[in-house]
């Protein structure tokens, strides 16, 4: 990374600043964060974040993601070094490397956001980049660009990577507030949130400096006044930096947005998407002057007391949740954030090939838990999620409903407070989709959300019509083999079905029906042989799958008026 030197200090409103020092430090930490992600990843991966910013600095048709000698390139300030050539070198044939430049930087900047910066990136984690250009690209450049991003995220793929390009015009992105998004944001709800979660997890892997490096943490209110006495005074090279804009005056309604959105995502992720909901909670109670987490970040690299660990995104939004709960004296509430940050952390670890990641992982956990003294308990029963069974996943689902349930009611009592009602289709889609997911109807197929977590599912199954009422049967699902009169009083895992049907369409919906299964069932007024149990679980199979009725409904299906 080759950064043209800005001057070595500054004086405006008052203060004094060595920029050189404070961009250096914000270059070190770049430098930590990217080591780190290289020692996460398999080594066969590893060119891929070295050799990147090299793929848009020219047009090579032996390098990957060639699309024709005119696609854009170019990175301001970009000079590949010896490591990455010899990367580029190896994947040509001719084993010559020939450097060819574009003629002039049309490529801003390159840089990666969200959990790739953080100890939850493995080897499952998508990697968001945002890529800067020009904004003088004519709509067929644009083009270009996007094809050839396409090409490099086809080549990644190759290397069992899952990288997102989010071309972006910056012009645009700070006057329009148009956002890249990223695969988990949705641009139409949210800007400014989003904004703030790049500030706190950005990793610069070429070209110009995020200009908000260079804003004091104390001038954060006044960025927009800040920026223009630095340009005004040529303290910096406008050439060098990059403006994606501030912080300062978010509006509420984004707050509602983006809340809505996070815990739409939870139906899927719940684990992956809670950590952000309880921090849209902090922030909505702080609300209109949030103490952003990014800011915690760049008051740490201005004193210069700081530690990769200590700086990791999904650190600092934790040791925030901590402060804002304990005061509220809730122990259940605050087993379930470190129940969510340790599954976030650690979560799919066990799949991993990297015992030394995972054991650096683990010490961490261990030291935020005994600085805030966690239940021994947690511990125990969380490294043992590699045994959950239906009934586990079932009990955690119906603990994330309820806190699903307290954040929609908390979302709607905040527009309430701030007098807002927004009419944007997005969010009244979102919106109708969360209400058909919580609400409780009979004879509605519930969704588990943990039932990915399941990983240890039963091989032997029973299901029994309770004698209560004739007219009106309810069916219960145990586990293993229980007697029609249940002599044992074994709890069931599902219960109050109205139907047979509809308890064999709740285990093919979960996931939980494997063809090896064994059921008994156990029925006073039915009468059924294995062969038509059988036949009734193809035929529920067939329909369900040909009609995509085992994936989530998308939001444009909520434009369409209720029905069954």
């Known amino acids: 990374m080759n950064t043209k030197s800005l001057p070595s200090s500054s004086t ?19 430098k930590l964060r990217l080591q780190r992600i290289q020692s996460f990843l398999p080594l066969r991966q590893q060119p891929f974040l070295k050799l990147l910013p090299l793929l848009f600095h020219e047009n090579n048709p032996a390098l990957p993601g060639f699309i024709s000698a005119d696609t854009p390139a170019g990175i301001t300030l970009y000079t590949p070094n010896k490591e990455t050539l010899s990367i580029a070198q190896a994947l040509q044939d001719e084993g010559i490397y020939q450097s060819a430049p574009a003629d002039k930087c049309l490529i801003q900047g390159i840089y990666l956001m969200g959990s790739v910066s953080s100890l939850a990136f493995s080897k ?30 086809h080549w990644a793929s190759q290397l069992d990577i899952e ?21 988990d944001s949705s641009g139409q709800t949210q800007h400014y949130l989003l904004l703030e979660e790049f500030y706190r997890t950005a990793i610069h892997i070429a070209g110009r400096t995020p200009i908000w490096w260079l804003v004091p943490p104390e001038e954060e209110k006044n960025y ?5 006495q630095l340009k005004s005074s040529e303290l910096i090279d406008e050439q060098t930096v990059i403006d994606f804009g ?5 509006p509420a309604d984004e707050f509602i947005s983006s809340t809505l959105w996070h815990l739409y995502k939870s139906l899927d992720a719940p684990y992956k998407s809670l950590l952000k909901l309880l921090l849209m909670q902090c922030y909505e109670s702080e609300y209109p002057n949030p103490a952003w987490v990014s800011l915690e970040l760049k008051k740490a690299i201005y004193q210069d007391q700081y530690s990769i660990d200590a700086l990791d995104p999904y650190v600092l939004i934790y040791h925030k949740l901590e402060a804002y709960f304990q005061p509220f004296e809730q122990p259940e509430q605050l087993n379930f954030i470190r129940q969510c940050f340790y599954l976030k952390i650690m979560g799919d670890m066990e799949e991993q090939n990297n015992p030394k990641s995972n054991a650096y992982r683990q010490a961490l956990l261990e030291e935020l838990a005994e600085q805030y003294q966690w239940d021994e308990k947690i511990f125990a029963r969380l490294t043992k999620n590699s045994t959950w069974t239906i009934k586990k996943a079932s009990q955690e689902n119906d603990l994330i409903i309820q806190q699903l349930k307290q954040y929609y009611l908390m979302v709607s009592r905040f527009a309430e407070t701030n007098s807002l009602s927004s009419k944007h289709q997005d969010i009244q889609l ?20 943990t039932r990915a977590a399941i990983h240890c599912k039963h091989n032997e199954l029973t299901l029994i019509d309770s004698p209560t009422s004739l007219l009106h049967p ?21 219960q109050g079905a109205r139907s047979l ?49 085992n994936t989530s409904p998308s939001l444009l299906s909520f434009k369409q008026p209720n029905r069954t």
């Not at 927009?224 to 223009?228: C, F, G, K, P, W």
């Open 12 to 30: 405006v409103n008052g203060l004094t600043h060595d920029i050189s020092s404070i961009q250096q430090r914000f270059v070190d930490f770049n």
């Open 124 to 153: 499952n984690s998508d990697i968001d980049i945002w890529l800067c250009h020009e904004p003088s690209l004519s709509a067929v450049e644009k083009h270009k660009l996007q094809e050839k991003t396409t090409a490099i995220e």
């Open 163 to 183: 990288a997102h390009f989010f071309p972006i015009d910056s012009d645009a992105f700070l006057k329009d507030q148009k956002p890249p998004l990223s695969a």
């Open 224 to 228: 927009t006044a800040y920026i223009h």
């Open 246 to 250: 501030s912080l300062e005056n978010i």
């Open 430 to 449: 979102i919106g109708r989709k969360l209400k058909s997911f919580l609400q409780k109807r009979p004879g509605k197929i519930d969704m588990i959300t």
């Open 474 to 494: 309810q069916w219960n699902l145990y586990p293993h083999f229980v007697a029609q009169d249940n002599p044992y009083d074994i709890a069931p895992f599902k």
């Open 501 to 549: 049907v509809e308890l064999l369409t709740w285990l093919l919906m979960n996931g939980l029906y494997k063809k090896t299964l064994q059921l008994h069932i156990h029925s006073h007024q039915l009468f059924l042989s294995e062969s038509s149990i059988d036949y009734t679980l193809s035929i529920l199979r067939e329909f369900l799958l040909t009609r995509n009725m």
